[in-house]
């Protein structure tokens, strides 16, 4: 594992300790109660480690503006659900409110504060961490804590205040959950098996984009096959008519994201075309009805949704004799019963096949706890875009940041660096 303290290191006993987590989770568009609640699960195991600590939560659900952005008033009951014991809350982060909740924290009590995102320098300050660590947030929160804890593996390729800002302040620590997904990442890539397959899918076409890019480029991945939102695209981009419905919700889905996409995009298409798989079929929904379409039938002016049954055959036996399979994102709308087929049947074949799967995503770790497969995967990451990243070996911030307070800090913590 990269050179980062973890809790090992540090004795937090009696200490005020910030734990950054990711329990972003997938919401009822209706209710907005939580469909899924795999990322609260999974930061417990730190939070047992921190039992005799004062700690303060910081996390964040959604971006402003989509329609599951909310407080973390659900996250809070449900975390305290799961772990039988109180979570105090705050509707505050960094403010008077805020500060009051914390004084009045005793050892063994955890405060979780609201999301994150609903503060304007968490989402419009960039920077490196000096930069990051003078916003007001920061300021605040490292003057009455002794330790932060990075536990939002899931976040870790962002660079914003709650992630990296608190690198030189106070010492930075890996939390459990981020350890283990590094090291079960890690033990994948050390040897794949080849051929490696990534599958890319799901709505955040530009990050896919990315990953595939750098996976194709430093020949992690020998073939990328791709679904949901991304096959769209690159359908359109390889000339084909999609219809304005799809393309317009695309060109709004990435917003200013939308050109740099395309760019990568079509430089991949012209740079690997035997190696970037595109379906040959699409299911559109026309009047709540799945119908499936060949590639060569398009354009439809109906949303196409999920893989055709062709490409889903054909993404399925690719899958069964592969060595290694990353997977990221739904092939489809699965929400929809008729329009889940290609997530499902893509997640049974890497249920079934010998190859070693490492399954990324919210929306896919969900499905998979849904449909019980998570025994038969070799890992399902709590992360999307982050384990994505880390696997096409570009530095994630939030690591990075856990290296940079290492070096500075080790030397004053109480307990051995781990030379590991
Ligand atoms: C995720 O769900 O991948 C993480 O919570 C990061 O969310 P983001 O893509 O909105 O930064």
New binding site residues.
Partial sequence: MARVLTLDNVNVEGKTVIVRV?I?SPMAPATNTFLDDTRIKAIIPTLNRLSKAKVIILA?Q??PGKYDFTSTLGHSRELGRLLGRQIKWVDDIYGPKAMDAIEQLQDGQILMLNNVRMDEQEMSVCGDFSTLSKTKMVQALSGIADIFVNDAF??AH?STASITGFTHEIPCVAGELMGHEIRMIDSALDNPQRPCLAILGGI?VDDSVTVADNMLRQGIADDVWVTGGVANMMVELSGVEIGDLNHNFLVNELGDNYHSTVETAKSLLADFPDKIHLPVDLAANIEDNRVDLLIDDLPVEAPLIDLGIQSTIAVSTAIKNAGTIILNGPAGVFELPDFSLGTIEILNACAETDGYAVMGG?HTATLVMKYDLASKMGHVST????SLDYIAGRTLPGIASLEASAKQFAVEITKPVDPQ
């Fill in positions: 990711d972003n964040h959604s971006r899931a976040c962002r955040k919210g992360g999307g875009g982050a």
